[in-house]
């Protein structure tokens, strides 16, 4: 189970420089020119996480495996993308196969650096990408319509899935995304929504692109765009994609100390993969072995059977008992057999919910 993120925003706000940054790669040609973009660029990145370091000093496997993230980078969008301005319904599309939006907002000044509206206004560029996307859904869900409404003269199933669908329509023409439509808990909702993807439904995380000077005290922008992000349930990430292209190829110690030096802690990867991971519900559970140190990623309230079949799906088939111990307590303890001899390895059936962090042994029968 991977997370997958695509990078939206308007033309030449950063988003390819902070691909470029964020996937560790240069190859995400950034120009100053719209559109220079043309096919969305992904990125298979691997997800930060030190507790997988702290494991393999005691283990000492062959190698150590992260979870991972795709990036994918989609063209710059322009008012009128649904209707096929621009680059038009094909990024759109693009967007659909994501989980998270991870929408790149220009909060910096730069007369060198054209903004395609010809002023620098992160909550008018906001909306503009924002109301492209709930167009775009208004036009799916119109055509799903015009199909329940036919098939609701025959199908009582139809006519409970068409009330919701008028109901949601007449949501999003209020201007307000699929994410805060108030029956989408619904049976009917969770069906509509599995066939169309609403891109208003995603969740979002707005990065706030800074300049080199300006990553300490928030600038008159970062603050409209996080008042605006406050009021509509979403955060904002701030970060320097230009700085945070510069750290391609340091080293750990040395991408951690110039990230001291700017007064950070994390790097906008880790920030924004930590965002993602918590805007999903997911976690990461560890396999510890002399062969290989190992996150696997699955969502918050999982069976240990669930979580084994993510591993393979003749563990969650065959499951009898999950050996596991505490992160906590297999670094304490230095390893499973002194945790094991201290009696922190427990023994967990098929009721267990496992926990962030838990270092796991599955043992199964097929």
Request: glycine share 8%; net charge negative.
């Amino acid at each position: 189970m991977g997370l997958s993120i695509g990078i939206v925003g308007l033309p030449n706000v950063g988003k390819s420089t902070t691909f470029n940054a964020l996937s560790q790669t240069q190859n995400a040609q950034a120009a100053n020119y719209p559109f220079c973009t043309i096919e969305p660029n992904r990125a298979i990145v691997p997800v930060p996480d030190k507790r997988l370091d702290e494991l393999a000093k005691i283990v000492n496997p062959e190698r150590i495996q992260h979870s991972v993230v795709e990036f994918v980078d989609i063209a710059g969008l322009v008012r009128g993308a649904s209707k096929g301005e621009g680059l038009g319904n094909q990024f759109l599309g693009n967007i659909k196969e994501t989980d998270v939006i991870l929408h790149i907002v220009r909060c910096f000044d730069d007369e060198n650096v054209v903004h395609v509206e010809g002023r620098v206004d992160p909550v008018s560029d906001v909306e503009i990408i924002e109301l492209e996307l709930l167009f775009a859904d208004l036009q799916t869900l119109q055509k799903r319509i015009e199909r329940l409404e036919r098939q609701s003269k025959a199908d009582k199933n139809a006519k409970a899935m068409l009330d919701v669908a008028l109901s949601l329509k007449a949501h999003l023409e209020e201007g307000k995304p699929a994410r805060t439509f108030s029956d989408k808990e619904s049976e009917a909702f969770v069906e509509i929504n599995k066939e169309l993807r609403f891109l208003t439904n995603k969740e979002v995380i707005y990065g706030a692109n800074v300049g080199e000077d300006e990553l300490g005290e928030d600038n008159a922008y970062v603050k409209a765009l996080k008042e605006f992000a406050s009021n509509n349930g979403c955060e904002v990430i701030k970060l320097c994609s230009k700085l945070e292209e510069e750290m391609v190829g340091m080293s750990e110690g040395e991408r951690a100390e110039f990230l001291g030096s700017l007064g950070c802690e994390m790097s906008g990867l880790e920030q924004i993969i930590q965002k993602g991971f918590e805007k999903l519900g997911l976690i990461s559970y560890f396999t510890a072995g002399v062969k290989e140190v190992r996150a696997w990623t699955i969502h918050r309230g999982d069976s240990a059977p669930v979580a084994a079949g993510v591993i393979h799906k003749d563990f969650e088939k065959g499951f009898i008992r999950a050996e596991t111990i505490a992160y906590e307590d297999f670094i304490k303890y230095g390893g499973e057999a002194k945790a094991k001899e201290a009696g922190a390895m427990r023994v967990e059936g098929k009721e267990y919910i496992v926990q962030d962090g838990d270092v796991m042994h599955f043992r199964f029968n097929v």
